[in-house]
């Protein structure tokens, strides 16, 4: 007789909730059948799949101590992302930002950011989720930012940082700036602040380079 494996606690973390329908970025999409917004929906989802024999075989370590992963969602869930990444042409008009990302901590360094004007997000076919543990998250990271300083912490063991989703089947490298953050963190630099250690090689650079020098994010 097999053992049920016990539930495992999963919720959104507040990094996550500038992914909307009006950002730049992947953003879920509930259906028109669900009762309840978006995130609600995005929960359910997420926590189910993580649940499944499935989704606690198939998740690939981010982090030596195994307290970060990415997971990619099987195709029939897809159908509920879009991708904010848009295949760039000669006619793109592009729009430089200088600045914070969304939902940086405190402390975290400004970058340059380059948006497509009136780029369409398209429908994802593939999706991966990021997930961090919640001992793996300061407590700013975990804190949602209320109005007048109603702040509250996300509790949940397994928490999701970031969507990312695409249109197309192959892997999608992080930015090169994203990349550098996260190797900043590793060698404890302050350009490190709001990135996870990491290390990458130079050609793990150079395919980032290559893959964002003919994408960007569509515009907010």
Same mark, same amino acid.
């Given at each position: ?6 539930? &495992? %606690? +999963? ?6 909730? $500038?992914?909307? =329908? ?68 000669? &006619? %793109? +008009? ?6 914070? $990302?969304?939902? =940086? ?41 209320g109005e007048g300083g109603a702040d509250t912490e996300v509790t949940a063991t397994w928490q999701v940082v970031s969507i990312n989703a695409r249109a197309t089947e192959g892997k999608e490298p992080p930015t090169p ?44």
């Amino acid at each position: 007789m097999c053992e049920t494996q016990p539930k &495992e %606690s +999963v919720g959104l973390n507040p990094m996550v909730y $500038r992914q909307t =329908a009006a950002s730049r970025f992947s953003h879920c999409q509930a259906p028109a059948s669900w009762s309840g917004d978006v995130w609600s929906f995005l929960t359910k989802l997420v926590s189910d799949f993580l649940n499944t024999e499935e989704g606690r075989k198939n998740r690939q370590p981010l982090q030596a101590d195994g307290l970060a992963f990415s997971i990619a969602l099987p195709a029939e869930l897809c159908r509920h992302f879009f991708s904010g990444v848009v295949e760039l042409t000669e &006619e %793109s +008009v592009l729009r430089p930002i200088f600045g914070k $990302r969304i939902g =940086a901590v405190e402390d975290e360094a400004p970058f340059l950011q380059v948006t497509v004007v009136g780029g369409r997000k398209t429908p994802a076919r593939h999706v991966d989720v990021i997930v961090y543990h919640y001992d793996a998250l300061t407590a700013e990271e975990r804190t949602m930012k209320g109005e007048g300083g109603a702040d509250t912490e996300v509790t949940a063991t397994w928490q999701v940082v970031s969507i990312n989703a695409r249109a197309t089947e192959g892997k999608e490298p992080p930015t090169p700036m994203a990349m550098a953050r996260n190797m900043a963190a590793g060698l404890g630099l302050p350009e490190g602040i709001g990135g996870t250690a990491r290390s990458y090689t130079a050609e793990e650079f150079m395919t980032a380079i290559l893959y964002w020098s003919r994408r960007a994010m569509a515009g907010d």
